[in-house]
């Protein structure tokens, strides 16, 4: 199994930034797909972007243009960097993981977009 650790959320003004980092127990060149996801409150659970092992990344219309992933396969760990950050951006972010035809999620960690 893949256990996995999200850091890097907090609260940021409109327009800053934020990265975020998920470590995983298993070499990552080893997962098929890793990625980030949230769920703002009342809200389900979507998709922000995602990457395979062989380098595909998917992201979502509404964080395409600012929201960056990518990978550090010797430290295990996925990163999302976003950029020009939207109040629409708050949520928890988890961290997700598809290996050997299971999924695995982080804790989350809180993003807030505020002034």
């Known amino acids: 199994q893949v256990q996995l650790v999200e850091s890097g959320g907090g609260l940021v003004q409109p327009g800053g930034s934020l990265r975020l980092s998920c470590a995983a127990s298993?070499?990552?060149?080893?997962?098929?797909?890793m990625g980030w996801y949230r769920q703002a409150p009342g809200k389900q659970r979507e998709l922000v972007a995602t990457?395979?092992?062989?380098?595909?990344?998917n992201c979502a219309d509404s964080v395409k243009g600012r929201f960056t992933i990518s990978r550090d396969n010797a430290k295990n760990t996925v990163y999302l960097q976003m950029n020009s950050l939207k109040p629409e951006d708050t949520a928890v972010y988890y961290c997700?993981?598809?290996?050997?035809?299971?999924?695995?999620w982080g804790q989350g960690t809180q993003v807030t977009v505020s002034s």
């Open positions: 997700n993981a598809q290996h050997l035809g299971k999924l695995h």
């Open positions: 298993t070499n990552i060149f080893s997962i098929y797909a």
């Open positions: 990457m395979t092992s062989s380098g595909t990344i």
